[in-house]
């Protein structure tokens, strides 16, 4: 995969409300086996992120972030395994078996992925979140290689 096989989508959001939208929005187009990076700064809204999207994938209940579980597996549409890196070394994220979740029938939410780049599959989305006022924040979501990109452009259509 190279800089060519990425689609990037910038969204301005004015609330929580404005994320939940776009959370909404990709989890309808998720499908098994999608792998979703999530990073940021520290209050920028990842977890609340992470929440939105796995309420519209169907998850009922409480979606806390991973932090000293490192993986949590949630039942909803499709499995979600919600998986936070921030506490982790590469070495210790590369002996969890991260492939199996990777590669599996479910889609993974992995909060810090730019700790474990070299971890996560060639394709995927990765989606950043930065904090530019109280409640606006920049989502840059980025489509690398397919399926990806498809559901990036159909971002771009609908709020491009």
């Known amino acids: 995969m ?19 939208l776009l959370a909404g929005t990709i ?4 499908t098994a086996g999608m792998v979703i990076g999530l990073d940021g700064d520290l209050g920028a809204g990842k977890t609340a992120f992470s929440q939105r999207y796995a309420r519209h994938l169907g998850v ?12 949590k597996e949630y039942e909803g549409r499709l499995p979600l395994y919600h998986m936070d890196v921030y506490r982790i070394s590469l070495q210790e994220a590369d002996e969890l078996g991260l492939d199996e979740y990777f590669y599996g029938q479910g889609v993974c939410l992995v909060e810090w992925s730019s700790i474990i780049t070299d971890l996560m599959p060639p394709r995927h989305m990765h989606i950043y979140m930065e904090t530019v006022g109280l409640d606006e924040r920049i989502i840059t979501v980025t489509g690398i290689g397919e399926p990806y990109g498809e559901l990036c452009r159909g971002l771009i259509q609908k709020w491009g």
């Open 2 to 20: 190279d800089k060519t096989d990425e689609t990037v989508f910038t969204y301005r959001s004015y609330s929580l409300q404005d994320t939940e």
């Open 27 to 30: 989890a309808a187009a998720s």
């Open 60 to 71: 009922k209940g409480i979606v806390n972030s991973p932090t000293f579980t490192i993986i």
